[in-house]
């Protein structure tokens, strides 16, 4: 701790949001300075539960209310923080160091900005393109299974990782469900295009009707439901229709401020902002030129962060973090290549083989291996494993991290 950490006249680390990211910062700040005061504002209600959790809630037969942990008042005698709930922050002052919350001004000595991302929306034409819902927070799942209590059938725009697990949730519970993306393949961002065959034949297995290459133009109203139309093929009526094509960044408030913007709230290895005692980091921070919206991402910035805030400035170190998918139908585990390289790719019992070392290929219809290689060093830079393939999930991270090839 430095001698002038405190030095601040009296005013707070203020983190504005009360998500994952925030309250990491705010636990983390909190283990190595006891005393520093911490003031957190959350536009909701401020419970603290795990944003994952949602897209497999139904398989774990979890009710909306069960999934927060702790409320508000648990969370602010946990952290010794004052959290301000259903509080909008209007503008920030970099030049004094203030806050306008609530048409109230609210001193600072460090901000933290952890403002979390909207859903993207889809722009279709219809009378029932605004009843889309979009899950992305714990009230708007609330919403979500109430809506389910009255169909049996549901149409998922956007089969990235967060469609795909609301699919195979929804399939699991017994619902039919038609999953619908622009692209060849599911995960298109993660598996190379053989690896999502194998995962899509896995959806496809587990219930899940996969309508690949199709893109939604016009959503209408049904007496009992709605109808998805498209520039060709057959429409699908559906009882119920979600988007999950993907997630922007919340900067509005940033750039409003003059923070520099960029694909987030563009911050450097150490998340400072463009703007003195400003910092981001989580779902609305490009930290380093990258935003990372992963769990494993935002751990390693808050605690980063939190040693910046305490007057230790330090650089936020990303291990090799890979991205399971919990997809029951076939499990997966993803670590995007950094870089250009070669893909191997096995599927099938060959995949199982890879990962256990067995002398026989288990039955593994749905397991694929994929690893991306340097293209003269053989230096592994990624994989995508699926199904019985993720055994060799610690094999490939240890080659990865050791700059060697697995045995």
């Known amino acids: ?67 927060a942990s702790f409320d508000a008042v648990a969370m602010s005698a946990q952290l010794g923080a004052s959290i301000r709930v259903q509080q909008h922050v209007e503008r920030i002052l970099p030049a004094q160091r203030t806050l306008v919350v609530d048409n109230a001004l609210l001193g600072y000595s460090r901000l933290v900005l952890a403002t979390g991302a909207d859903p993207r929306r889809l722009r279709v034409e219809g009378d029932g393109a605004a009843d889309v819902l979009s899950i992305n ?24 990782l967060i469609g795909c697990e609301f699919a195979n949730d929804l399939a699991s519970a017994g619902y039919a469900v038609s999953l619908i993306d622009p692209a060849s393949t599911p995960l298109a961002r993660l598996l190379p295009q053989e690896v999502g065959e194998v995962f899509a034949r896995a959806l496809r297995d587990g219930g899940i009707r996969f309508h690949p290459g199709r893109s939604v133009n016009r959503i209408e109203r049904l007496s009992d439901g709605y109808r998805l139309s498209f520039a060709d093929g057959e ?40 703007a003195p005692d400003i910092y981001a980091l989580g779902d609305c921070a490009a930290i380093d030129g990258k935003v990372q919206p992963y769990v494993l991402p935002i751990m390693h910035a808050a605690r980063a962060l939190a040693r910046t805030l305490t007057g230790q400035p330090t650089r936020v ?51 694929a291996r994929a690893v991306c290689q340097h293209a003269t060093s053989e230096r592994p830079l990624g994989f995508a494993l699926l199904g019985t393939a993720i055994e060799g999930k610690a094999a490939l991270i240890k080659a990865m991290m050791a700059g060697a090839p697995p045995a």
């Open 137 to 160: 927070d714990l009230d708007d799942y609330a919403r979500f299974r109430l809506a389910l209590t009255r169909c049996r059938s549901v149409a998922i725009l956007g089969a990235g």
């Open 317 to 367: 170190a990303f291990p090799v973090m890979p991205i399971t998918v919990k997809t029951p139908a076939s499990p997966a585990v993803v670590v995007t290549p950094e870089g250009e390289g070669t893909w191997s790719i096995e599927t099938g019992g060959a995949a199982a083989i890879q990962a256990t070392h067995a002398t026989q290929a288990p039955h593994a219809p749905h397991a």
């Open 235 to 274: 429409p699908i009526d559906a009882d119920l229709v979600v988007s999950a094509i993907g997630l922007a960044p919340r900067t509005a408030l940033a750039a409003a401020a003059g923070l520099e913007v960029d694909q987030g709230i563009r911050t450097d290895a150490w998340c400072r902002t463009s």
């Open 1 to 67: 701790m430095t001698t002038n950490q405190h030095e601040d006249n009296g005013h707070p680390v203020v983190i504005v949001g009360t998500g994952m990211a925030g309250y990491t910062v705010a636990r983390e700040l909190r283990k190595l300075d006891s005393t520093v005061p911490i003031v957190m504002i959350s536009r909701d209600d401020g419970s603290f539960y795990s944003k994952p959790m949602l897209s497999n809630a139904l398989a774990m037969k979890k009710e909306p209310h069960a999934l």
